[in-house]
């Protein structure tokens, strides 16, 4: 799969201060793509290299194999955290001089708005002010004008904030559904149940330099431990569970359950599969539950970072 | 259509529909026009009161020198007593009493006439009573020492020296007022324009800044393309406010003196007129004055070093805009505005007015940041081609350093949040 984007070792300082170092991302064509990281880890300085609002000191960026260009900004939609819009100028008129600016012509950036309008029922906002709509009405407006123009690269800076989760969920939709039709999705949150929601792909930035970066099952792979939750049902729990600590690397687990099951987490060695596991369970009494334990993303962020400290 | 266009013309448009705009536009005319009436109005009631001054005097000298005349009447109370004459004075309420003594001499006379007043009286009434009264003393003089009035009289010279250059044009001595009222004007219409403008320059990135819709906008467009759509947007309804102001001005100003009668003519120039006590000549010369000012080269440099001098200062209003958060926080960057415009503004009133190719005139007329203030108020008086071609050049080689300048501040300023800068770290964003 040939990649949209690609940021290469780019570096970026602000004074004595480093936003980003020799930080290389590549975003293949047609993903949902993860952009994690903690506060002021340099995701937004990422991002606005990516938009050419700001210029890095060092490294590049290509867009669809060509370097990143002036024009290129035609083919991007951007969604920043910190968005908003004029006060006191109508709905429909800002919303035309937004999409005009991206290089729609009137007509046609009319026509795509009634489109997108009608789509979330709020034609009749057309001629309001900025003022009169609610902050979340405002961010409907502003998903709108980022896709509006039908760009190949859209970048989400925390899309549902402000959002209730009835119109995160619209959104959300119309997320998925942009990527059907072929746009790639580049997706910056702190919220990793949508990131394990929506993404393909993520890349992992702290203080500045990127620690993690692939194929979100990939990584999770690389994740695991071979450890599985284990639910089952004995005569005696405490028995099996001195038994088995003889034999494996056994934990006691927590899940719930209608009857008395002995739980446990265990983690097998490498020359073990979970086969020879379930084998040896098998007489031991009813199996109720048996499953791989998969790191989740926000596991993942939390260990890597605390790992990176 | 492009980019830039499509920003002047949201600006022009949100600059025009802006209800502080629309009433500043439409109100200030009528406001200017009213005082003007209004202090028209006022000076016409002053000069309807008659002043009525009563004299006690002893010497019967000048009992038919004191004619009634326009605004002052006379009434001779030389018959009373003089305590009774004082005592009239004050239940008549009359504006004072002349006491003229009788003395030995004229010389002595001369230094013992009094005025008696509860107020003080106007400096024109005693100027002309002193005169009236000097003169009759003067021609008693002439009479004792045995010379012919009348031949006195046939000798007098009268001088009024024409003034004329070496190419034989001939000038008014008004010549001088106009050329500082039509620098002085225009300088200060440029320092108000700067300031009103620049203001709005400035109010307009700050709203963007703090709506949070700049990141939206420079995603699609380069800082410095919204800084200059700013700028020539607020420029062009500034145009737009002038022109209005203007017209509607004029309009106005020719109704209100039409229904008062109030003629709304420079005021100064016939005074100064009577003054000089002539001519037709010299109205003429003024007229020549005015027409021979370099009209065409004054109203393209008005038009060159306003333009100029907006763009200098709304860059440097705009980077200030981007760096602070609200109106309030601007305030500790205005100095570097405020102070280079009232320095030329002083220069121009003081220097250019006193000697308008001074060593000072000259020097602030080439400094970028009062050049076009002190320039336009030297060009009247005549500058030589090259001093404005070199004043000119510096004007527009600083105008692009500064933008430079200013938009380095700007585009890191629009994306910062939450401090207030120092000078020191506008001074590092230039280096981001």
Redesign the interface.
């Known amino acids: 799969m040939a990649n949209l984007l690609e940021v290469q070792q780019a570096t970026k300082q602000?004074?004595n201060f480093t936003a980003l170092q020799d930080v290389s991302i590549q975003v293949p064509k047609g993903s949902i793509f993860g952009l994690l990281g903690p506060n002021g880890a340099g995701k937004t300085t990422l991002i606005?290299i990516i938009?050419q609002?700001t210029l890095p000191d060092r490294g590049s960026v290509y867009l669809d194999n060509e370097p990143l260009k002036?024009q290129h900004?035609r083919d991007?939609g951007?969604?920043?955290e910190?968005?908003?819009?004029?006060?006191?100028?109508k709905v429909g008129e800002q919303a035309l001089?937004?999409a005009?600016?991206?290089g729609l012509s009137?007509a046609e950036a009319k026509e795509r708005l009634t489109y997108w309008f009608d789509k979330f029922d709020i034609s009749h906002w057309w001629n309001k002010k900025i003022q009169e709509l609610s902050k979340g009405m405002a961010q409907k407006v502003?998903f709108i004008?980022t896709v509006l123009h039908k760009p190949k690269l859209l970048i989400f800076d925390e899309p549902f904030s402000g959002f209730d989760p009835i119109n995160a969920n619209v959104i959300k939709d119309e997320i998925l559904q942009l990527r059907d039709e072929g746009a790639t999705v580049i997706f910056s949150t702190h919220r990793m149940e949508s990131v394990e929601e929506l993404c393909d792909h993520i890349a992992l930035i702290n203080k500045s330099k990127k620690i993690l970066e692939g194929k979100v099952t990939d990584i999770k792979r690389a994740y695991k431990s071979n450890t599985f939750e284990v639910g089952i049902l004995t005569e005696n729990n405490t028995d099996l569970y001195t038994t088995l600590q003889g034999k494996f690397d056994v934990t006691p687990a927590d899940f719930k359950t209608i009857d008395d099951q002995l739980k446990m987490k265990i983690t097998l060695d490498n020359n073990t599969s979970s086969n020879e596991l379930l084998q040896y369970l098998s007489d031991k009494g009813q199996i109720m539950r048996f499953n791989e334990v998969i790191p989740g993303v926000n596991e993942i962020f939390i260990k890597t970072i605390t790992e990176n400290e | 259509m492009s980019n830039l266009k499509l920003i002047i013309k949201r600006e022009f448009i949100a600059r025009v529909r802006n209800k502080t705009f629309v009433m500043m536009t439409f109100l200030s005319p009528l406001i200017m026009v009213g005082m003007i009436s209004l202090i028209a109005w006022l000076a016409t009631l002053n000069n309807d009161e008659i002043r009525k001054v009563a004299f006690y005097d002893e010497t019967g000298l000048f009992s038919t020198d004191f004619k009634d005349s326009g605004d002052v009447d006379y009434i001779d109370y030389s018959h009373l007593t003089l305590n009774d004459a004082k005592d009239s004075v004050v239940i008549k309420k009359l504006d004072g009493l002349l006491y003229v003594p009788k003395k030995n001499s004229n010389s002595e006379l001369a230094k013992s006439i009094q005025f008696y007043a509860d107020e003080a009286p106007s400096i024109s009434i005693l100027n002309r009573i002193e005169k009236i009264i000097a003169n009759k003393l003067t021609n008693q003089n002439f009479e004792e020492k045995g010379l012919d009035l009348d031949a006195i009289e046939n000798s007098k010279a009268k001088v009024n020296i024409l003034i004329e250059n070496f190419s034989g044009e001939k000038t008014s001595k008004m010549s001088s007022y106009i050329k500082m009222i039509f620098g002085g004007v225009a300088g200060y219409f440029l320092m108000m324009f700067i300031i009103i403008y620049g203001n709005m320059v400035m109010r307009s990135v700050i709203e963007e800044k703090s709506n949070r819709i700049i990141e939206i906008i420079i995603s699609s467009v380069k800082p410095l393309q919204l800084m200059m759509g700013k700028i020539l947007g607020t420029s062009f309804a500034g145009i737009l406010q002038f022109l209005i102001w203007v017209i509607l001005g004029g309009v106005l100003l020719a109704v209100v003196s039409s229904v008062f009668g109030i003629n709304p003519q420079p005021v100064g120039i016939d005074q100064s007129m009577a003054m000089q006590g002539d001519s037709q000549q010299e109205i003429q010369l003024i007229l020549q004055d005015i027409m021979k000012l370099p009209l065409g080269t004054l109203v393209l440099s008005f038009f060159i070093y306003f333009i100029g001098g907006y763009f200098l200062y709304s860059s440097i209003y705009a980077a200030i805009g981007a760096a602070v958060d609200s109106e309030t926080d601007s305030q500790q960057f205005m100095l570097p505005i405020i102070l280079p415009l009232m320095l030329g503004i002083y220069v121009g009133f003081f220097s250019v007015i006193e000697n308008p190719h001074g060593t000072v005139s000259t020097v602030f007329s080439m400094i970028p940041l009062t050049s076009p203030i002190v320039m336009l108020m030297r060009i009247p008086f005549g500058v030589p081609w090259w001093e404005v071609l070199i004043s000119m050049l510096l004007l527009v080689g600083s105008i692009i350093f500064i933008t430079w300048l200013a938009g380095k501040i700007y585009r890191v300023g629009i994306l910062m949040y939450g401090k207030k800068p120092s000078y020191k770290e506008l001074f590092k964003w230039m280096k981001y």
């Open positions: 602000f004074g606005r938009n609002i002036p900004i991007i951007y969604l920043p910190e968005r908003g819009l004029y006060k006191s100028m001089y937004l005009q600016l991206k009137k502003q004008v």
